[in-house]
């Protein structure tokens, strides 16, 4: 439920276009006039007058027209022309452009397609190459017709009949488990083979339709033989000399790919099942290869695609329809994912892997019964010998809240499953590590902290001992990263032969590898073990050495953005970071490292290196003091929450901002903000270099006011310390090396994304006002992005974009820019670009730099760091800014800026302007500096806004109720800036 807040509006004579004060401090005409003032009420009046010649009252809105019966015909040659379009290769925008043009409603469209589609269902024709492309439609997500043209295309090409799309989640079959078990005496079962062991013949020089060279042949039914025996390199010898052989032989492409996808290089099973495709593009069994393997990179929507071809083509290959459901699960269409599942297991009601994926979508929608019910299936289907369902089954129990169950239910899996099982050692290995998890998750979950870490470390050291020898790997080192943090939480002495043991065990398993591809995801997979490193180097007081392992683990992270730079450097050392204060004496850096159990500061003034470390999770919990992996979880729950809410009213009374200034004091305490300005006396500029979730925080706002009150009273006009940030030390060093202009910028590049009409407003205000400080190249607002890559290359200087952004924990480089047009400029975009020419990036976005509530385990690359280090600095935001307070702060800082003051001053100085701003001094700042600005710049309405600004600067400096009220006093307004670069 959303909380509506009772807002006091000005009469219908008075009432404002537009508002650009928080409202709950608004400032409003009113009529202050009395009987003992006759004069004043004549003004008054004339002045009301005038007012309502100009603003003509507006006449109450016609009813809207009636709705124009159409036939079924007119309605059929509508969406006969969409489909034309998605055939033709529409954009989403197109659709979305077509769909509006066609004035038919959502509802419209739904009532009619399910009459369509019932029609189509019972004709003789099969229809195919409709259904084809309704799917198509389905898969742009364009709202409701895309989802009901969908599910008709897909039920057309597996000649079922319709099922109405439910309206959500919640209308989906509480008792899906029971159903279809009652429906598996109907069904008629299919064997179930595996993956890869698809379209096999005895005659496979029948099946291809062509005579099969026979050593080729030979060849690939060794490289079966040697797959099956575990041999996967010899197996993928053997394909190579078929292929080599008969380079058309797509089964064996087919193979090939399915092979080195067990190994981990996805990248080169894509390319192997594409050449199968190339060779025959109907061979549905490499088309459901294609989809795992891009389901394995995170390349879900193309995954989705290349199940669905697969489905075209043979629509009772319940492989693929697995493989979708499991796809669309992992992106949260729960619904669909279900749909998937169940048409899989209408095909074959013995799969147990579909059995398994519909448990664990059931789990995603907390429907725990109905999970726990489907991995029972799974179970009972294998006569208990299938561990991963035994695995998810205990989840299921823990998030249900079911501790104890999970436990017995991990315990129950590793009596019943059977030694004589090839993976009976990893099997229990990872039953054990799962127990060693949840009695870990429960302990700080609770005050048996002690009791419940110590059955967690019996746990995974009972994993250990099951897969060290021989060695299964990567199990082995997701336990080994487990069982070191739960001992670095407990003291445990063994804790650095552990970690001894474990990185000797990565590195040698790094070592063996030769594909950039996996050693990249070992790597990134086992970060937990570098940052413990950096832990144990800081206990036993070799900070040098643990700052130098820092600063390279975040190179790692952060070189594949520059992995074609020919001026590639190696992660510097100590003394090259110290260097970078050798003529900045009054200026320090504050350097973060977070592992799974403690954070470390490392504090490096021009004179001194010193550390601070805290736990993350305390022994000894303190509700009035969390510790920071709870004050994180609940921030980034919160703020999510706050974006889901719709009305301003409710997003002003949000718990998220409510409680923002108190939650901000206490992130201060828990990261000992107090105790690292003991060491910053006489430091005027602070450089922070973040790592992990600490990127999404507003750091900068701690070592200020109101959060950091001074040890002495500020002298008056005294400004608050300047602070810039950096993604590693490494970035200030090339920026160095690179000489990015230092010029003082004489253009701007002007790129707006308006989002709704009160939106359009204010970015047409900040930028009129902008636009007057320096020459500026504004593109069409529906400029496309050929069009604004092609402005950056041609332009210098400021590039400042207002908009809206996102980031892509998972997948970094597909962080981005959303541009008028529908189109984003990606991270991959902007690396392809030089902005050596740039001296500042403004980007004036929402969300540059927050992500979901999930932890980063690894470093954060945001889409800030895609323009350094050519550029000098740029400027983001790390939440959704109220469009108000951010043009006010944007404007101010560009007056500053053009003033000669240095980004990261001109930055503090603004938000320190907007903070402590009254709404006297706001309305003297619109009519001595904002008002002037506007009068030279070209806008829509513009006397309409010059008056609306003449009007609120006059009542802003009237009004003595409110006179001295500070309306963006809030952290919320201003925290969220922040400016990365070397300050």
Same mark, same amino acid.
């Given at each position: 439920m959303f909380l509506h807040k009772s807002i006091p509006q000005p009469s219908s004579a008075t009432k404002p276009r537009f508002n650009l004060h928080p409202t709950q401090k608004s400032a409003t005409i009113t009529n202050n006039t009395s009987s003992t003032q006759p004069m004043?009420?004549? +003004?008054?009046?004339?002045?009301? %007058?005038?007012? /309502?010649?100009?603003?003509?009252?507006?006449?109450?809105?016609?009813? =809207? &027209?009636?709705?124009?019966?159409?036939?079924?015909?007119?309605?059929?040659?509508?969406?006969?022309?969409?489909?034309?379009?998605v055939e033709q290769g529409w954009s989403r925008g197109d659709i979305k452009g077509f769909l509006i043009s066609s004035k038919i409603k959502d509802a419209e469209w739904k009532k009619w397609l399910q009459e369509f589609?019932?029609?189509?269902?019972?004709?003789?024709?099969?229809?195919?190459?409709?259904?084809?492309?309704?799917?198509?439609?389905?898969?742009?997500?364009?709202?409701? +017709?895309?989802?009901?043209?969908? %599910?008709?295309? /897909?039920?057309?090409?597996?000649?079922?009949?319709?099922?109405?799309? =439910? &309206?959500?989640?919640?209308?989906?079959?509480?008792?899906?488990?029971?159903?279809?078990?009652?429906?598996?005496?109907?069904?008629?079962?299919?064997?179930?083979?595996?993956?890869?062991?698809?379209?096999?013949?005895?005659?496979?020089?029948?099946?291809?339709?062509?005579?099969?060279?026979k050593e080729a042949e030979e060849l690939f039914n060794q490289g079966k033989e040697r797959y099956y025996a575990g041999d996967l390199q010899g197996a993928i010898a053997a394909y190579d000399k078929a292929l080599e052989i008969d380079p058309k032989y797509h089964w064996a492409w087919h193979w090939l790919g399915a092979t080195l996808r067990d190994l981990d290089r996805d990248s080169e099973a894509i390319a192997a099942y594409e050449k199968a495709l190339e060779i025959d593009p109907k061979y549905h069994h490499a088309w459901n290869g294609l989809g795992n393997a891009l389901n394995d990179l995170g390349r879900y929507s193309e995954a989705i695609a290349a199940y669905e071809k697969a489905l075209e083509i043979d629509p009772k290959y319940h492989f693929a329809w697995k493989g979708l459901g499991a796809t669309l699960g992992g992106v949260g269409r729960y619904r669909e994912a279900i749909a998937a599942f169940e048409k899989a297991l209408e095909i074959d009601p013995k799969s147990h892997y579909a059995w398994n994926g519909l448990g664990v979508t059931l789990n995603y929608l907390g429907r725990y019964s109905e999970a726990i019910a489907a991995y029972d299936k799974a179970l009972e289907i294998t006569g208990d010998q299938f561990w991963i369902a035994w695995v998810n089954r205990g989840f299921a129990f823990v998030n249900s809240g079911r501790y104890i169950e999970a436990i017995q239910n991990w315990d129950e899996g590793l009596k019943k499953y059977q030694p004589s099982n090839h993976d009976y050692r990893k099997a229990c290995g990872k039953l054990h590590q799962q127990k060693g998890k949840a009695h870990y998750k429960h302990g700080k979950q609770t005050a048996t902290y002690f009791e419940s870490f110590h059955k967690a470390k019996a746990s995974y050291e009972q994993a250990r001992e099951f897969l060290k020898s021989p060695l299964i790997p990567e199990a082995y080192l997701e336990v080994m990263q487990g069982l070191i943090t739960v001992c670095r939480s407990l003291g445990e002495p063994k804790t650095s032969d552990y970690l001894t043991e474990a990185t000797n065990a990565l590195e040698n398993l790094l070592l063996d590898q030769t594909h950039p591809e996996i050693k990249l995801r070992l790597q990134r997979k086992f970060a937990g073990l570098y940052q413990l490193e950096v832990d144990t180097l800081v206990k036993s007081g070799n900070q040098i050495n643990a700052l130098e392992k820092a600063e390279a683990r975040k190179n790692f992270c952060l070189q594949w953005m520059r992995a074609a730079s020919p001026n590639r450097t190696d992660s510097p050392t100590y003394l090259q970071i110290r260097d970078l204060l050798a003529n900045n004496t009054a200026t320090a850096i504050i350097y973060w490292h977070l592992s799974p159990v403690s954070l470390t500061a490392f504090i490096i003034t021009p004179d001194n290196f010193q550390t601070i470390s805290t736990p993350i999770t305390d022994l000894f919990p303190n509700s009035k003091n969390p510790n920071l992996e709870n004050w994180l979880k609940d921030w980034k729950t919160n703020y999510q929450n706050y974006c889901k809410t719709s009305k301003e009213q409710s997003k002003e009374s949000h718990p998220w901002r409510q409680s923002m200034t108190a939650q901000l004091q206490k992130l201060a305490d828990i990261l000992k903000i107090p105790e690292i300005c003991t060491h910053l006396t006489n430091i005027q500029h602070l450089i922070l270099i973040p790592h992990r979730d600490l990127h999404l925080l507003p750091l900068d706002a701690l070592f200020q006011p109101p959060f950091l009150v001074p040890q002495q009273p500020a002298e008056r006009g005294e400004q608050n310390r300047t602070i810039s940030r950096l993604p590693s030390a490494q970035i200030a060093i090339l920026q160095q090396q690179q000489q990015p202009t230092e010029t003082v910028p004489n253009s701007l590049l002007m790129v707006e994304h308006s989002q709704g009409k009160s939106a359009l407003k204010y970015t047409e205000i900040e930028a009129a006002a902008i636009s007057q400080f320096y020459p500026t190249q504004r593109p069409s607002n529906a400029a496309t992005k050929t069009a604004i890559i092609q402005a950056l290359k041609t332009n210098q200087g400021i590039f400042h974009y207002t908009g809206h952004a996102y980031h892509n924990t998972e997948k970094s480089e597909a962080s981005a820019l959303i541009l008028t047009s529908g189109e984003e400029l990606t991270l991959t975009d902007i690396l392809q670009l030089n902005f050596v020419n740039y001296y500042l990036i403004c980007l004036s976005a929402c969300e540059t730099g927050f992500t979901k509530t999930g932890e980063l385990i690894d470093e954060f690359v945001g889409i800030a760091s895609g323009f350094l280090p050519e550029t000098n600095y740029v400027i983001s935001t790390l939440w959704r800014v109220d469009e108000r307070s951010s043009a006010l702060l944007t404007i101010y800082f560009y007056q500053l800026l053009q003033q000669g003051i240095q980004p990261p001053a001109a930055l503090q100085q603004a938000k320190d302007w907007l903070r402590q701003l009254t709404n006297a001094q706001l309305g003297e700042w619109y009519a001595s500096e904002l008002l002037p600005l506007l009068e030279k710049a070209e806008l829509e309405d513009k006397i309409d806004i010059l008056f609306f600004f003449e009007m609120e600067a006059s009542e802003l400096q009237e009004n003595l109720a409110t006179i001295d009220e500070r309306p963006y006093e809030h952290p919320y307004h201003w925290a969220a800036f922040t400016i990365t670069g070397n300050g």
């Amino acid at each position: 439920m959303f909380l509506h807040k009772s807002i006091p509006q000005p009469s219908s004579a008075t009432k404002p276009r537009f508002n650009l004060h928080p409202t709950q401090k608004s400032a409003t005409i009113t009529n202050n006039t009395s009987s003992t003032q006759p004069m004043i009420r004549k +003004i008054w009046q004339t002045i009301l %007058n005038l007012w /309502r010649k100009i603003f003509p009252q507006p006449k109450p809105p016609a009813p =809207p &027209p009636p709705t124009p019966i159409r036939s079924f015909g007119e309605y059929e040659q509508k969406f006969m022309a969409l489909l034309e379009g998605v055939e033709q290769g529409w954009s989403r925008g197109d659709i979305k452009g077509f769909l509006i043009s066609s004035k038919i409603k959502d509802a419209e469209w739904k009532k009619w397609l399910q009459e369509f589609g019932e029609r189509l269902l019972v004709s003789p024709e099969t229809n195919l190459e409709l259904g084809r492309r309704m799917v198509r439609l389905g898969a742009a997500n364009c709202g409701r +017709i895309s989802e009901v043209a969908g %599910n008709i295309g /897909r039920q057309l090409l597996a000649g079922e009949s319709l099922n109405r799309t =439910p &309206p959500d989640d919640s209308s989906i079959s509480e008792n899906i488990v029971t159903e279809l078990v009652a429906r598996e005496s109907l069904s008629v079962s299919t064997d179930n083979l595996s993956v890869v062991n698809q379209g096999d013949s005895t005659s496979q020089s029948e099946s291809i339709g062509r005579e099969i060279n026979k050593e080729a042949e030979e060849l690939f039914n060794q490289g079966k033989e040697r797959y099956y025996a575990g041999d996967l390199q010899g197996a993928i010898a053997a394909y190579d000399k078929a292929l080599e052989i008969d380079p058309k032989y797509h089964w064996a492409w087919h193979w090939l790919g399915a092979t080195l996808r067990d190994l981990d290089r996805d990248s080169e099973a894509i390319a192997a099942y594409e050449k199968a495709l190339e060779i025959d593009p109907k061979y549905h069994h490499a088309w459901n290869g294609l989809g795992n393997a891009l389901n394995d990179l995170g390349r879900y929507s193309e995954a989705i695609a290349a199940y669905e071809k697969a489905l075209e083509i043979d629509p009772k290959y319940h492989f693929a329809w697995k493989g979708l459901g499991a796809t669309l699960g992992g992106v949260g269409r729960y619904r669909e994912a279900i749909a998937a599942f169940e048409k899989a297991l209408e095909i074959d009601p013995k799969s147990h892997y579909a059995w398994n994926g519909l448990g664990v979508t059931l789990n995603y929608l907390g429907r725990y019964s109905e999970a726990i019910a489907a991995y029972d299936k799974a179970l009972e289907i294998t006569g208990d010998q299938f561990w991963i369902a035994w695995v998810n089954r205990g989840f299921a129990f823990v998030n249900s809240g079911r501790y104890i169950e999970a436990i017995q239910n991990w315990d129950e899996g590793l009596k019943k499953y059977q030694p004589s099982n090839h993976d009976y050692r990893k099997a229990c290995g990872k039953l054990h590590q799962q127990k060693g998890k949840a009695h870990y998750k429960h302990g700080k979950q609770t005050a048996t902290y002690f009791e419940s870490f110590h059955k967690a470390k019996a746990s995974y050291e009972q994993a250990r001992e099951f897969l060290k020898s021989p060695l299964i790997p990567e199990a082995y080192l997701e336990v080994m990263q487990g069982l070191i943090t739960v001992c670095r939480s407990l003291g445990e002495p063994k804790t650095s032969d552990y970690l001894t043991e474990a990185t000797n065990a990565l590195e040698n398993l790094l070592l063996d590898q030769t594909h950039p591809e996996i050693k990249l995801r070992l790597q990134r997979k086992f970060a937990g073990l570098y940052q413990l490193e950096v832990d144990t180097l800081v206990k036993s007081g070799n900070q040098i050495n643990a700052l130098e392992k820092a600063e390279a683990r975040k190179n790692f992270c952060l070189q594949w953005m520059r992995a074609a730079s020919p001026n590639r450097t190696d992660s510097p050392t100590y003394l090259q970071i110290r260097d970078l204060l050798a003529n900045n004496t009054a200026t320090a850096i504050i350097y973060w490292h977070l592992s799974p159990v403690s954070l470390t500061a490392f504090i490096i003034t021009p004179d001194n290196f010193q550390t601070i470390s805290t736990p993350i999770t305390d022994l000894f919990p303190n509700s009035k003091n969390p510790n920071l992996e709870n004050w994180l979880k609940d921030w980034k729950t919160n703020y999510q929450n706050y974006c889901k809410t719709s009305k301003e009213q409710s997003k002003e009374s949000h718990p998220w901002r409510q409680s923002m200034t108190a939650q901000l004091q206490k992130l201060a305490d828990i990261l000992k903000i107090p105790e690292i300005c003991t060491h910053l006396t006489n430091i005027q500029h602070l450089i922070l270099i973040p790592h992990r979730d600490l990127h999404l925080l507003p750091l900068d706002a701690l070592f200020q006011p109101p959060f950091l009150v001074p040890q002495q009273p500020a002298e008056r006009g005294e400004q608050n310390r300047t602070i810039s940030r950096l993604p590693s030390a490494q970035i200030a060093i090339l920026q160095q090396q690179q000489q990015p202009t230092e010029t003082v910028p004489n253009s701007l590049l002007m790129v707006e994304h308006s989002q709704g009409k009160s939106a359009l407003k204010y970015t047409e205000i900040e930028a009129a006002a902008i636009s007057q400080f320096y020459p500026t190249q504004r593109p069409s607002n529906a400029a496309t992005k050929t069009a604004i890559i092609q402005a950056l290359k041609t332009n210098q200087g400021i590039f400042h974009y207002t908009g809206h952004a996102y980031h892509n924990t998972e997948k970094s480089e597909a962080s981005a820019l959303i541009l008028t047009s529908g189109e984003e400029l990606t991270l991959t975009d902007i690396l392809q670009l030089n902005f050596v020419n740039y001296y500042l990036i403004c980007l004036s976005a929402c969300e540059t730099g927050f992500t979901k509530t999930g932890e980063l385990i690894d470093e954060f690359v945001g889409i800030a760091s895609g323009f350094l280090p050519e550029t000098n600095y740029v400027i983001s935001t790390l939440w959704r800014v109220d469009e108000r307070s951010s043009a006010l702060l944007t404007i101010y800082f560009y007056q500053l800026l053009q003033q000669g003051i240095q980004p990261p001053a001109a930055l503090q100085q603004a938000k320190d302007w907007l903070r402590q701003l009254t709404n006297a001094q706001l309305g003297e700042w619109y009519a001595s500096e904002l008002l002037p600005l506007l009068e030279k710049a070209e806008l829509e309405d513009k006397i309409d806004i010059l008056f609306f600004f003449e009007m609120e600067a006059s009542e802003l400096q009237e009004n003595l109720a409110t006179i001295d009220e500070r309306p963006y006093e809030h952290p919320y307004h201003w925290a969220a800036f922040t400016i990365t670069g070397n300050g």
